[in-house]
């Protein structure tokens, strides 16, 4: 359905390579998460879905609506009140048309700027700021302060650990770079090192 994997289709022997070549990027069947083909193929599946659902909310009961996704993550927000189920119906029907696609209702939920304002892992606060949380920023901070600590005293981390530790890093800074910042110049601080040098190296042995 997506330029240029449609054309590509059209070719003799265009599907059957396409298809080879997905084969190489899937695991058991699945696509993997945290891998980097992960995010390319995804928003890729989705333009399609993105251009209806984008047009759908635009000429929706003379209502303004903004249609935002990250990931297979939907969002849709208003300055005013609306019905949820109806928003949701829309939502639903439109996917009927991309099988195998569906919303989860379990995970469906409406909010205010009233209330607490958590969408996608990060939070709107008073200050009217993006924030991860104060929870995930000590649990970070620990980390770092553990994996210091654990290193001094003769333990390694797992790789995969450290990756982690530094995509937590990248991301929490993307979304708060002067917090995310000082916790890092404070482990740096308060255990003597420069641990984002630390953390590359490691990954380079």
Known sequence: MVFPFSEIIKIPEGEPQLRKA?????????????????????????????????????EYIKQRFVYTRYADDFI??????????????????ILKSFDPFSINSSKTRYGSSAGSNWNLGVMLNKDNKITVGHKKKRQFQSMMHNYISDKRNGIEWPREDIMAMQGLHSYYRMVEPEAIDAIVNHVNKKMGVDILHTIKTDLRE
């Not at 699945?30 to 879905?49: A, D, E, R």
């Not at 300055?79 to 029907?93: G, N, Q, R, S």
């Open 76 to 93: 849709i927000s208003s300055k005013y009140d609306f019905d949820v189920h109806a928003v949701e119906k829309l939502v639903v029907d």
């Open 22 to 58: 997905l084969e190489l990027t899937f695991l058991n069947g699945g696509l993997p998460q945290g891998t980097p083909i992960s995010p390319l193929i995804t928003n890729v599946m989705m333009i399609p879905i993105d251009f209806h659902l984008t047009k759908a909310f635009r």
